[in-house]
């Protein structure tokens, strides 16, 4: 990847300012795959570029990268955040064409 791309195009530091989509970030303090320092970051990062309405942040004590003990609190907000923000979200309609014209070829 970083050889055929040029990574600072792909860095969510870079690019923070053009994301207005809210994000709900879970960490579980005892995960060994996700640092808990590196969701601590991302969230002071957002906050401290004036995101801090677009992020929310749950950190669970003793939980694991699976979240186990508490799948059942994490899917519980994750539906809840979905119905807010993706799925109660008024978007404005795609127009329909009222007709279309096929050329037949020659």
Known sequence: ??????????????NVDHISAKIQLHQGTED????????DDFYSYFVGK???????????SGA?????????QVKARAVVFFDKEVKNKKE???PTPTAIFIQEPP
């Open 1 to 14: 990847f970083e050889q055929t791309y040029n990574i600072e195009q792909f860095s969510i530091g870079n």
């Open 64 to 72: 694991d990268h699976l979240l186990i003990p508490d799948t059942d």
């Open 92 to 94: 404005e309609p795609t």
């Open 32 to 39: 060994k795959e996700v640092p808990q320092k590196w969701s």
């Open 50 to 60: 004036g995101k801090k309405d677009n992020i929310e942040y749950f950190l669970y």
